[in-house]
T-cell receptor, first 115, second 111 residues
């Protein structure tokens, strides 16, 4: 049973370029969460999605950031016109469903570096 | 919104000693409290969790306690081993969406 799969593991972009991060949830999981982790800090919630729906995007910057979880395929976190401050590790987690009784399991993350 | 404070930020123990990490939360509606272990460059791994209808939960050398009245919960690791060295994060959620994380505790176990 494969875990949460994220790719790429490392992504280097120049300022102004676009970054696309992908996340495939665990088999049987329909809920996806994206978190950002700065060096030596905790994880900060960005967005929570179900298939074809954004449920909660309260942690995601209003500009340049977007997320989707289409009916088919992985969830995508997209960062347009990247800046140096976007450099971080981006983790995706999945759970079987909504609710506080559903543990979230994390992928290996994408380390984004902005030159 | 929810705010989670975690202490201490670093903790050094000798192998075989116990380690305790404490977290407080602000939102009385929070009802789910997981703990994650993260080794350098790796994913956060869920090690134990507790729900608000339970006061204590144990899994081998790891235990978590919850005091709903005081809004704090703690992770206890007994008989620590060098492989327990990692960063530990507590988190809280209520209503089933985001996990709100503490800033982490770096645990070092020396042999």
């Amino acid at each position: 049973n494969a875990g949460v799969m994220q790719n790429p593991r490392h992504l280097v972009r120049r300022r102004g370029q676009e970054a696309r991060l992908r996340c495939s949830p665990m088999k049987g999981h329909s809920h996806v969460y994206w978190y950002r982790q700065l060096p030596e800090e905790g994880l900060k919630f960005m967005v929570y999605l179900q298939k074809e729906n954004i449920i909660d995007e309260s942690g995601m910057p209003k500009e340049r950031f977007s997320a989707e979880f289409p009916k088919e395929g992985p969830s995508i976190l997209r960062i347009q016109q990247v800046v140096r401050g976007d450099s971080a590790a981006y983790f995706c987690a999945s759970s079987p469903g909504q609710g506080s009784n559903q543990p979230q399991h994390f992928g290996d993350g994408t380390r984004l570096s902005i030159l | 919104g929810e705010n989670v404070e975690q202490h201490p930020s670093t903790l050094s123990v000798q192998e075989g000693d116990s380690a305790v990490i404490k977290c407080t939360y602000s939102d009385s509606a929070s009802n789910y409290f997981p703990w994650y272990k993260q080794e350098l460059g790796k994913r956060p791994q869920l090690i134990i969790d507790i729900r608000s209808n339970v006061g204590e939960k144990k899994d081998q050398r790891i235990a978590v306690t919850l005091n709903k009245t005081a809004k704090h919960f703690s992770l206890h690791i007994t008989e620590t081993q060098p492989e327990d060295s990692a960063v530990y994060f507590c988190a809280a959620s209520g209503g089933g969406t985001a996990l709100i994380f503490g800033k982490g505790t770096t645990l070092s176990v020396s042999s």
